[in-house]
Each structure stands twice: as C-alpha cells, then as structure tokens.
C-alpha cells in the first residue's frame, strides 16, 4: 500500500487477556517504530526496529509487552496479561533508514485500545 | 517521558488569521519535526528541520529553529478551518535509533 497501515483499527478487550497490534509499514521501509498516546502520557516511543531486529526497545513500560518483526516488514505488538492503563492509541510508523538519521517518519492511523 | 514543552496549549484564531505554536526541548538534537494530528488519529508529517538549519517553509507553514535557546516555532499563516488540529513537535537526536520524543502539542481551533 502507499502509506503505513495498522489493524485493527479499535479493540475492546477484557482486563487479563491478551491483545496482538498488527503494523504493515511502508514497503522498502527499513526502520519502523511504535509508539503509545494516552491522555496521561501524551505521546510515548515503545520500540524501534532495524530489519528484523529491536535495537532499542527502552520504552516497553513492562515486560508484558513484547514486538516482533518478520520479513522486514510486517510487526506485531503484543501485550500480555492487559490492564485498564494499557488503554491507549497505539501508533505505528516507519521510515527509509533509521538509524538516527534525519528523516520523516510515516504514521499509520492507529489501534485505539480499550481495556474494561 | 516527553522531551519540552508546547507553548500555548490551546490556540483559538479566527479565519486568515496567522497561527504561532513554540516548542522547548531539552537535550541536544539533529533535527526537530513538526505533525498534525486530526481527531486522535494518525500523525501527518509537516516539515523536518535540521539542527544546522534556522529556518525552513512549506507552503503556508514556517519553521524557525534557535538551537541555543532550545526552542522551535511553527507559524501558520492565513489560517483555514480545516487548519483545524492539534500540532505536535518532536525531536530527534544523532546517536541513538532515530525514535522521535515528542512534545505535549498544542490544540489549534480555527473559526469559520
């Protein structure tokens, strides 16, 4: 697709389940990141991906969240155990080479996730 | 934890008016971003400024960068309504894997 999708687009969960956030970046993109936005918190860096591999992972807030990424392109946020703070909208973007280069970074519309 | 200050928090202006949201931050940086944001969703790129750079426009948007006061602003002029948004900045820094901090962004209402 030409811009950086996420799915899906709004989950209501129960407290104690488990929940998988699905990112599809720009194709060729090597670098692609997630980030959390709550009211409390505004808008958080979780995790960051060069390929395949999570160089810098420092803004999980627990180890009940975990990211992966296959192929280079397509990654899955999972959280594990969910709390009601974990109620958040989680972003995705991407971007052409990552690495601490200046360069934009291409946001999708969001997972808007509701914990009850 | 979010890197500066968005100066106002809310700005309410009417149509063709101009438009001016600043930014703090705190650490050393490479460049400094500026988005959109509509309704909660996803963010729209609106111009990168690099730290060598003081100032940069896009079509009605400009962007000033004052490395030594650590400080940025967005001036948008001739508003619309549709300028309508919250406006975030967010920086990044040489040496580390490119995640943008961001700043706790101003809401931006423009009247017909």
């Known amino acids: 697709g030409a811009g950086v999708s996420q799915s899906p687009s709004n989950k209501v969960t129960e407290k104690g389940k488990d929940v998988e956030l699905r990112c599809d970046p720009i194709s060729g993109h090597t670098a692609l990141y997630w980030y959390r936005q709550s009211l409390g918190q505004g808008l958080e860096f979780l995790i960051y991906f060069q390929g395949n591999s999570a160089p810098d992972k420092s803004g999980l807030p627990s180890d009940r969240f975990s990211a992966e990424r296959t192929g280079g392109s397509v990654s899955t946020l999972t959280i594990q155990r969910t709390q009601q703070e974990d109620s958040a909208v989680y972003l995705c973007?991407?971007?052409?080479?990552?690495?601490?280069?200046?360069?934009?970074?291409?946001f999708g519309p969001g997972t808007r996730l509701l914990v009850l | 934890s979010q890197q500066g200050e968005e100066d106002p928090q809310a700005l309410s202006i009417q149509e063709g008016e101009n438009a001016t949201m600043n930014c703090s931050y705190k650490?050393?940086?490479?460049?400094l971003q500026w988005y959109r944001q509509n309704s909660g969703r996803g963010l729209v790129h609106l111009i990168l400024?690099?730290?060598?750079?003081r100032e940069k426009h896009s079509g009605r948007l400009r962007v000033t960068l004052d490395t030594s006061k650590k400080s940025s602003s967005l001036l948008i002029t001739a508003s619309r309504a549709a300028d309508t948004a919250s406006y975030f900045c967010?920086?990044?820094?040489?040496?580390?894997?490119?995640?943008?901090?961001f700043g706790q962004g101003t809401t931006l209402q423009v009247k017909p």
């Open positions: 973007a991407s971007s052409l080479a990552g690495g601490g280069w200046p360069e934009t970074q291409y």
């Open positions: 650490t050393s940086i490479n460049n």
């Open positions: 400024i690099r730290s060598n750079e």
């Open positions: 967010a920086t990044g820094s040489t040496g580390n894997t490119g995640k943008l901090i």
